[in-house]
T-cell receptor, first 112, second 111 residues
Framework: NAGVMQNPRHLVRRRGQEARLRCSPM?????VYWYRQLPEEGLKFMVY????????ESGMPKERFSAEFPKEGPSILRIQQVVRGDSAAYFC??????????FGDGTRLSIL | DAKTTQPPSMDCAEGRAANLPCNHS???????VYWYRQIHSQGPQYIIH???NNETNEMASLIITEDRKSSTLILPHATLRDTAVYYC????????????FGQGTTLQVKP
C-alpha cells in the first residue's frame, strides 16, 4: 500500500519562475494538506483541500501561491514568480475521514 | 486547539526506554493528543494518538494522566534510528483539519 507520494523530491528554480509541486495521496484518502518548513524552523500549515474544494487556506500566502486537488489526478501546489524566501521543504499529507494524517517525504525547493 | 509544552531536548541510551513528556494543561474534553516524529530530512511520521485512555501500538505507548493535562510517549526500547524530533499536538477530534506543530523535543539516542 503506497504512501503519500510527492514529486519532484528536489526542485530548483530561478527567481521569477513558476514552481509546481505534486502530491498523490494514499489510496482511499480524500483529504490533502500542504505544509511548509523553512530552514531550521518547524512545519507550518498552508492549506487543506478535499476533492475539488479548498476547506482551509488560512496558512497560505495571499499572493503567488495556489493549490488545487482535482477530481482526477494529484494535488498541485503552485508558486508563481518565486523569490528566494520561497526556498523550503514542502510537505503534503493525506487522510481519510476520522484517521490521522500521513505525510510524504516532501519536495525541497531551492531558488537561485 | 490547546497549547502544548515539551522539553527542547532529551538523551536516551540505546536499548533503554525513552519517555517523552508533554504538558497540555488547557486541553478540552473533545481534544485528542497526537504524537508525530520527524527524522532528519524526512516527512513527519504518525506515531500514536489518544483521547483519555492509554494507548499502545507497535511503535510506542501513550500514557495520558487522569486529568488529561499531561501525557508521556514511551518508546520501550530506543534504537539509534529513533533519533528524531518528536511533536506532541493537541487538536479537536480525530477528524480532519490542520495540525499545528510546535518546536517539539529533539531526542538523541546514544550508543
Amino acid at each position: 500500500n503506497a504512501g503519500v507520494m510527492q514529486n519532484p523530491r528536489h526542485l530548483v528554480r530561478r527567481r521569477g519562475q513558476e514552481a509546481r509541486l505534486r502530491c498523490s495521496p494514499m489510496k482511499g484518502h480524500s483529504h490533502v494538506y500542504w505544509y511548509r518548513q523553512l530552514p531550521e524552523e518547524g512545519l507550518k500549515f498552508m492549506v487543506y483541500l478535499q476533492k475539488e474544494n479548498i476547506i482551509d487556506e488560512s496558512g497560505m500566502p495571499k499572493e503567488r501561491f495556489s493549490a488545487e486537488f482535482p477530481k482526477e489526478g494529484p494535488s498541485i501546489l503552485r508558486i508563481q514568480q518565486v523569490v528566494r524566501g520561497d526556498s523550503a521543504a514542502y510537505f503534503c499529507a493525506s487522510s481519510s475521514e476520522n484517521q490521522p494524517q500521513h505525510f510524504g517525504d516532501g519536495t525541497r525547493l531551492s531558488i537561485l | 486547539d490547546a497549547k502544548t509544552t515539551q522539553p527542547p531536548s532529551m538523551d536516551c541510551a540505546e536499548g533503554r526506554a525513552a519517555n517523552l513528556p508533554c504538558n497540555h494543561s488547557t486541553i478540552s474534553g473533545n481534544e485528542y493528543v497526537y504524537w508525530y516524529r520527524q527524522i532528519h530530512s524526512q516527512g513527519p511520521q504518525y506515531i500514536i494518538h489518544g483521547l483519555k485512555n492509554n494507548e499502545t501500538n507497535e511503535m510506542a505507548s501513550l500514557i495520558i494522566t487522569e486529568d488529561r493535562k499531561s501525557s508521556t510517549l514511551i518508546l520501550p526500547h530506543a534504537t539509534l534510528r529513533d533519533t528524531a524530533v518528536y511533536y506532541c499536538i493537541v487538536r479537536v477530534s480525530s477528524n480532519t483539519g490542520k495540525l499545528i506543530f510546535g518546536q517539539g523535543t529533539t531526542l538523541q539516542v546514544k550508543p
